[in-house]
C-alpha cells in the first residue's frame, strides 16, 4: 500500500498476539496521545469511546489478548486525531471506518478485530496524506490484504477482491506471497453458527446490516484455498481445511433457487439472482471439487451449472444483459465480467458457448430503434440497450435522455409558426457505439386558408435505396398448396417450369396452373432449361418463351435459369441468361431475371466464371436482377457455401458481376425432419431417409434462425424453403414443414412465426438503418373546401407515415399522421377537411421506417387543383 502499511507478525493462522511491528513504540505512543483526558473520556469522540469499550469488553472476555487491546487503543487513538485534525473531505472518511469498529461493541471477536484494525489503521493511512480517490479503488496491505473505497464511505476490507488477489499469487506461481496472503485471510474467517468459517463485509450495504456475508466471495475462497495448498505443499493441510470451511456454508445458508435449481446468495441477506455470481460459483466450485475430490460439491456445481445454462435466457434481452432478476441492466464491465465467465464454461458446456458469442457481441453492436405514433409533438421511441439519447429538432431545444432501454416518450412544445420541423434521434450506448436516425417531423399547420395563387414547386424526394423486406415462401408441388402455403403466413412460392426445347411460348396448360397461385402470393419461378441452347436460334426461342411468361403471370417475381451451371457451362449459360433478360426486360419490369448458383458445387468458381462471360459479350453491367443460392447441405466443406455464406456470395458477386452486387436469394433451404410413425403411411414411395434428420422442433429454430438473418441482411431478397409439403410419391428427405399427408409439422409455428416479422421489416436489426418505401400512392385529381381529402397508402414495410396539404411556398394547412403494416393491402388516408384558398396544393407524404429507422423518404403528389 506505500507508507505506514501494516506488517502483521507471528503466525496469522493462529488467532493470537496480533502484533504489530513497533508495537511498544505504538503503546507509547498512544499513551502520550490520550494522556489523562483520554482516561478520563473528557474529550473523546463518541465513535471513539463506542471504540474503545468495544476493545475493552473484548479484552476482558478474553476474545482479545493484551497485545491486541493495546494496538487497537493505539490506532483508535491515532484515528481520533486524524478526524479532528484533517479537512472535511478526508477526516471524513476515518470517521466512517472508526464508527465502523465502533459498531461491534459487544460482538468483537479476534478475526474481527483483525480485519476492522486493519481496515482502520489502512484508512489513517491514506488520508493522513490524500483526498478521496475514485470508487472501487483498490489498496493494499503488508500481507496483500485488499481494502476496496466505496465513494462517501472509506476503504473497506472486501473478501471477493482479496481472494480474486489470492487467485492471481497463485495464477503467477508466487509461492511466498501467496503463503502470505492466505495466512492472513485464514487469521481473518469467522466462525459462524452451524459450522464453516465465513469471511465478513464490514459494512451496510443494499439492507442488509453488517457482518454479512457473499455466497460468491466463500465460493472463491474455496477455490482459492484449494488452489493454495497445490502451490505450497508445506501449507496443504492447513489450506484444504480453510478451503473445506470456506464451502462448508454455501449449501447450509447461502444457497436460494429459481425455477430450474439452486442459485448462489450473491448477499447472504438477499435471494435476488445475479448472473455473474451464479457462473463465477459454478467456475470456482468445480475446481474446488476437482482439487479436493469433493463429490457432494461436484454434485451441487453441476446442479447450479444446469440452473444457470437453463436460466442465461431471463438475463438476455437480445440487445444487452441483466444484472439481476430484477431487471436491471448490467453495467458494462459486469457485462464483461459475465462473458469472460462464460467463455470459461464454454469448453465444457455448448450452451455457454452459444451465449458468450451472442453477449459479446452487444459490446460491439450500436443501439437499435423503434418508433410509434406518439401524441401531438411527441415522439414515441424505443431504444434496445441502455444508451444516452439526443433529441434534436428545430422546434425547440435539444432534449438529452439516459434510458436503460425500452419504450419512452419525448414531448416537444408545438412551434408557434407553422412549419414542418425535422427531428435526429441519436444514441450513444454504454460501450461508446453510436447509432442515429430521422424521425418524422414535428408540423404545425397554417390558420391562413388564402394561399398566394403561384405555382408551387414540386418537391420530389431524391432517389433513396429502400430495399423492401425480404419475402419468406417455399418451393410447391402444384399451384393446389398455394393457400397453405398463404395460410402460413408466407407470401411467395417457387415452382418449377420445363422449357420444351424450341418452344418460344409457354403452353396454356402451364399459364392456367401458374395463374391458379393465389393473389397476393409472389411466385419464384424455376425455369429448367435442359440441354441448355448454345445456338442463337434455341437461345432466342427459350428469351420469347421467358419473356411470354412474365408477360401472362403478372405474380412473377424471380425467373432463375436451371439448372446451375458449372465453370465449364458458363459461357453458354451466360449467353442464354442475357438473351432471357433482355427479353423479360422488355416486356416488364416486375421480373428480376437471375442465375441459380449451386452451393455444393465450386460457387465461387463459377461466379467468376460467369462474370468474365458476361464481359466477354461486351454488355455492360447489370448483367443479372437476382442472384439465387441453393445451399450446400450441412456439413459443407470449405469451398461449399450455405445460407450461413451469403456474405462471401455477396462479395464474390460484386467482384464477378460489375462491382455492385445483386440482391440475394436463398432458395433451397433444407432440413429433413423425422417422420412419426403415424404418419408413414402417407409416404407412398416408402419410409423416406433418415440421414440427417432432426426433430421438427430443431428443423423449426433452424429455419427460423435463418429467415431472422435474412430480415437483418438487407442484400437477401428472399428465402424459400426446399419443399413447403414432403412428396407422398418421390423418395427425399422430408424437409418440408408439411407432412406428406397433409399435416402440419409443429416446425410450421416455428416458420410462422418468424416469416412474419421479416416480411413485414419489423425484425430488430442492430446496425440496420431502413428506409420505408410506398408500394402504393394514389390520389385525387383535385381537392375541395368542401370534402375531405382522401388518398391510398402502403408501405413496403412497417411505417409510420405524416402527409400534409401543402399550399403555395410549402406551408402545411393540414396534416395527419398514421401507421401501417408492411406488405398489407392499401389503406386510405384522410386529410382534415379545411377551407382552401386559390391552388394549387401538393399532398406531401414522409415515410419512416417502424423498425430500424433510417431516412425519412419524402414523396409529393402532382400540383393539384382545387375542384
Known sequence: MGQGSIELTGP????????????????????????????????????????LNAVGKALKNGRIDAPTAASARAEIARAARLIRGLPAGRGSHVAVALSELAAFNGRMTEPRML??????????????????????????????????????????????????????????????????????????????????????????????????????????????????????????????????????????????????????????????????????????????????????????????????????SRFDTGYWTYYSLAHDPSPLDYQQYVVQLLAKLAPFDTRFAAARTRIAAYAKQPPAFMVANGG???????????????????????????????????????????GVYPVRVSATDWAGNHASFDALPIVRVATATTQKSAARKTADAATVSTAPPPLIGAALDDPSQGPLAQKLGLRAVRLGIAWPPGATVPDPSVIAALQRVPAGLSIVAELAASPLPTDPTGQSALAQYAASLAQQVPQLRDLLLTPAPTPQAAPAYAAALLAIRDAVEAVTTDAAVGPLIDGAVSPKATLTALGKAFTASGRAAPFVDVVALRPAPAPAATSQWTEANVSQLTTAAAAALGGTAPPVLIDGLATPTTVPAAELPAYAGGPPPATGAV??????????????????????????????????????????????GGNVKPSAAAVTAAAGP??????????????????????????????????????????????????????????????LTGGAAPANVTLPKVKLGAGPYTIDLRLSAQVNPGTVIQQSSDPLSVG
Not at 513504540?25 to 463506542?50: D, R
Not at 440497450?385 to 425500452?406: E, N, W
Not at 438503418?769 to 408500394?775: H, M, T
Open 12 to 51: 496469522p493462522s493462529r488467532r493470537q498476539g496480533f502484533l504489530v511491528r513497533g508495537l511498544a513504540v505504538l503503546v507509547a505512543v498512544s499513551a502520550a496521545l490520550i494522556g489523562t483526558s483520554a482516561s478520563s473520556g473528557s474529550s473523546l469522540l463518541p465513535s471513539q469511546k463506542t471504540a
Open 376 to 418: 401531438l409533438g411527441a415522439l414515441r421511441l424505443w431504444v434496445s440497450k441502455p444508451s444516452t439519447v439526443v433529441i434534436d429538432t428545430a422546434a425547440g431545444p435539444s432534449k438529452r435522455l439516459s434510458l436503460d432501454g425500452g419504450w419512452t416518450t419525448v414531448t416537444n412544445k408545438e412551434p408557434t409558426r407553422p
Open 695 to 740: 426433430s421438427p422442433a430443431l428443423q423449426g429454430s433452424t429455419y427460423a434462425a435463418t429467415i431472422t438473418s435474412a430480415a437483418c441482411s438487407p442484400n437477401v431478397a428472399g428465402v424459400i424453403l426446399d419443399r413447403l409439403q414432403d412428396s407422398a410419391t418421390t423418395l427425399g428427405p422430408p424437409t418440408g414443414i408439411v407432412y406428406a
Open 115 to 312: 480485519a476492522l484494525l486493519g481496515q482502520l489503521k489502512a484508512n489513517d493511512d491514506y488520508f493522513a496524506v490524500h483526498w478521496a480517490p475514485a470508487d472501487k479503488t483498490d489498496i493494499t496491505d503488508s500481507d496483500g490484504i485488499v481494502y476496496r473505497y466505496f465513494a462517501g464511505r472509506c476503504f473497506e476490507f472486501h473478501p471477493l477482491a482479496d481472494f480474486g488477489a489470492l487467485n492471481a499469487r497463485i495464477a503467477a506461481g508466487d509461492a511466498a506471497g501467496t503463503e502470505t496472503l492466505a495466512d492472513a485471510l485464514i487469521a481473518r474467517s469467522v466462525f459462524q453458527h452451524g459450522g464453516g468459517y465465513g469471511w465478513e463485509y464490514y459494512f451496510d450495504f443494499s439492507g442488509g446490516r453488517a457482518p454479512w456475508l457473499s455466497g460468491m466471495a466463500q465460493a472463491v475462497a474455496a477455490q482459492a484455498f484449494s488452489r493454495a495448498a497445490a502451490l505450497v505443499p508445506a501449507r496443504k493441510t492447513a489450506y484444504l481445511r480453510a478451503a473445506k470451511n470456506a464451502y462448508e456454508l454455501i449449501p447450509r445458508q447461502l444457497l436460494t433457487s429459481v425455477a430450474a435449481g439452486p442459485w448462489i446468495r450473491l448477499y447472504a441477506f438477499q435471494s435476488l439472482p445475479v448472473l455473474n455470481a451464479q457462473l463465477q460459483t459454478v467456475v470456482s466450485l468445480h475446481d474446488y471439487a476437482t482439487a479436493t475430490q469433493d463429490t457432494a460439491a461436484a454434485a451441487l456445481a453441476t446442479r447450479m451449472q444446469n440452473a444457470a445454462a437453463a436460466s442465461l
Open 758 to 819: 421479416a416480411q413485414r421489416g419489423s425484425v430488430v436489426c442492430p446496425g440496420l438503418a431502413a428506409s420505408a418505401a410506398a408500394s402504393t400512392f394514389t390520389y385525387p385529381p383535385t381537392v375541395s373546401s368542401s370534402s375531405a381529402t382522401v388518398f391510398q397508402l402502403a408501405c413496403t414495410r412497417d411505417c409510420l407515415y405524416v402527409a400534409t396539404l401543402d399550399g403555395a411556398g410549402g406551408k402545411p394547412v393540414a396534416a395527419v399522421r398514421g401507421a
